[in-house]
């Protein structure tokens, strides 16, 4: 049975990383979040935190707190049928509950952590290359990424996925040992 891995860890923890490598390993990618971008360059708006936080919010007001499983829950039934599936950046709660009753015991949650000063360090190290049309690596300052932090935990209810993690990965040495937790991880799953 094919398996649906959702990945959720907070801005900066290894989410993306994590997820590619699962996509060099044959997995078909799905970025959660990616509808925001989406929107935003539909309305040519600039891709800016505040931007995205307020498309995140007027998405979730509208469709409530499981808005990007409903949204993006047909391409995953789909994409189920064909092989493994990874999604980059579960976020809440309510998203969790929608994706676990759906896919069952296909469905396993990977939450990757970093403590806060080693990811606000990471994120104002990013360099977005120009090709980077999904935005996948842009830079946050440390004030940026803490308020994106509080936000995703007071307002988007994201502890909730990471607390019923299937598996967890602290990611605070190098992108090696990070292909080889994740390794372990697909063998043991």
């Known amino acids: 049975m094919h398996k649906v891995i959702a990945i959720t860890g907070l801005c900066g923890a290894g989410k993306?990383?994590?997820a590619l490598h699962m996509k060099e390993k044959g997995y078909q990618y799905l970025r959660f979040?990616?509808?925001v971008?989406?929107?935003l360059k539909e309305q040519n708006q600039p891709v800016t935190p505040e931007n995205e936080k307020r498309i995140r919010n007027a998405l979730r007001q509208t469709h409530g707190m499981e808005a990007f499983a409903l949204?993006?829950?047909p391409k995953i039934s789909i994409w189920h049928q064909k092989g493994n599936i990874v999604i980059d950046g579960l976020y809440s709660f309510a998203e969790y509950k929608v994706l676990k009753e759906q896919?069952?015991?296909?469905?396993?949650?990977?939450?990757i952590y970093a403590p806060p000063e080693l990811r606000y360090k990471r994120l104002s190290q990013r360099h977005a290359s120009p090709d980077d049309d999904k935005i996948?690596?842009?830079p946050l300052t440390p004030k940026e990424a803490m308020n994106r932090d509080y936000d995703e935990i007071e307002n988007a209810d994201k502890g909730g996925p990471i607390a019923m993690a299937d598996w967890t990965i602290v990611n605070t040495k190098t992108r090696v040992d990070l292909?080889?937790?994740i390794k372990e991880?697909?063998?043991q799953i």
């Open 103 to 111: 896919f069952a015991d296909t469905f396993i949650t990977l939450a």
């Open 136 to 138: 996948l690596f842009r």
């Open 179 to 181: 292909e080889n937790e």
């Open 185 to 187: 991880f697909l063998w």
């Open 33 to 35: 979040g990616q509808i």
């Open 37 to 39: 971008i989406d929107v």
């Open 71 to 73: 949204a993006n829950a």
């Open 16 to 18: 993306t990383t994590a």
